[in-house]
């Protein structure tokens, strides 16, 4: 499975971000999600998806200003965070885990397949 990132780069505080990734694979029993790591800090979950029962989780620090669309037919996972904070700056990454899940973790040590992740800063 290879995931590619697209988007990122500067965004001034107050705006949005929509980053996607690209996943190689169909199958439906694989855990997709996003991660980021700011400087000095261990990377941590932003939000997870599993394919086949369209779960959805969302760390506390974005829930209620964040969405991840999946497009099945582009093979897409996207990130969409609104009303963006300097806190928000970190490289972001999308992840993967192939399994029969009952939920996606936001722990970022369950994943294996990662992309080589996208710079996002945010201005104040």
């Known amino acids: 499975v290879l995931l590619v990132e697209f988007g990122g780069g500067f965004v001034q505080a107050g705006g949005s971000l929509r980053l996607s990734c690209s996943v190689s694979t169909t199958t439906y029993h694989i855990c997709m999600g996003w991660f980021r790591q700011a400087p000095w800090k261990e990377r941590e979950g932003v939000a997870t998806f599993y394919r086949n029962t369209r779960f959805l989780d969302y760390a506390d620090s974005v829930k209620g200003r964040s969405t991840i669309p999946h497009d099945n037919r582009r093979n897409t996972l996207s990130l969409q965070i609104d009303s963006l904070e300097p806190e928000d700056t970190a490289i972001y990454y999308c992840?993967?885990?192939?399994?029969?899940?009952?939920?996606?973790?936001?722990?970022?040590?369950?994943?294996?397949?990662w992309g080589l992740g996208t710079q996002v800063t945010v201005s104040s």
């Open positions: 992840a993967a885990r192939r399994g029969f899940d009952s939920y996606c973790p936001l722990d970022a040590g369950a994943y294996d397949i």
